[in-house]
């Protein structure tokens, strides 16, 4: 089970202090089956990067440019650079992207890059909740998924991250039933149309403490990836203690 940690725009040199009750718990807990992924801004990557060293957990970007190592893109950061600071896993294709204008093809341009510099990419994919109330889902999710994805070999080190858009913030999650659908119907295009056979699909829409333990019920739910609840440590712990233990 993957948990993965979404700091969005917060966070400060301070609040990185939060790590430290979460590095010991990884530690008491290192014989379970789990992976913990932070993903700060990029103003903390660098004090993250120093913190996790000799941990399991691991770090990622919530961003990235399409250009693999450098050029004149003000404002922009490399999957390169990302390598180079200690990252392993960039997102890509978050709905508070896309919703500023980031393109599909531009997407696929920044999973390719990243990909070749080495990084794990979370690709995030969902509909909005007027595409679900006009029964869209299924036609989006493939979309996103069949223009958002390079057709290279090693796709295999995706994980794809679903988070509806009206989950997001707003503390409204999925029925089970649905969501089991959904990610069933991502798996079964992964390995069909993409030959992705073992593939990660992960959850994320107001996750936390309450309500992670149903979500996790879900039999093929291979994570959660976690904005709100994850900047404080108690929450993050709590959603993964739910789950693995
Ligand atoms: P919330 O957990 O705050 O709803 O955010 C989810 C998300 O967007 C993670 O990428």
Not at 7 to 25: A, H
Not at 193 to 209: C, D, M, R
Request: charged share 25%; proline share 3%.
């Amino acid at each position: 089970m993957y948990f993965i940690a979404n700091w969005k725009m917060y966070g400060n040199l301070k609040t990185l202090k939060s790590i430290n009750k979460v590095i010991e718990f990884s530690k008491r807990y290192k014989n379970k089956k789990f992976k913990i992924v932070y993903c700060p801004p990029y103003t903390l990557l660098e004090a993250f990067s120093k913190k996790v060293k000799k941990t399991t957990i691991e770090l990622g970007a919530q961003n990235c440019h399409f250009e693999i190592s450098s050029g004149p893109f003000t404002g922009s950061i490399s999957p390169m650079m990302l390598k180079s600071i200690g990252s392993k896993y960039v997102i890509i294709g978050h709905s508070e992207n896309r919703s500023t204008g980031e393109t599909d093809f531009q997407i696929k341009n920044k999973i390719n890059s990243s990909m070749k510099s080495g990084l794990n990419i979370i690709f995030c994919i969902g509909e909005t909740l007027q595409q679900r109330k006009k029964k869209l889902t299924n036609k989006i999710l493939k979309n996103q998924i069949l223009k958002g994805l390079p057709k290279i070999k090693k796709l295999n080190k995706i994980l794809i991250a679903y988070e509806p858009v009206w989950s997001i913030g707003t503390g409204i999650i999925p029925k089970l039933s649905e969501l089991e659908k959904n990610i069933t119907f991502i798996k079964n295009l992964l390995k069909n149309n993409i030959k992705i056979k073992n593939s990660k699909v992960l959850y994320g829409g107001s996750v936390n403490p309450k309500n992670v333990k149903n979500l996790a019920s879900i039999k093929n739910i291979d994570g959660f990836l976690v904005g709100g609840a994850s900047q404080k440590a108690k929450n993050f712990i709590d959603i993964v203690k739910k789950t693995i233990i």
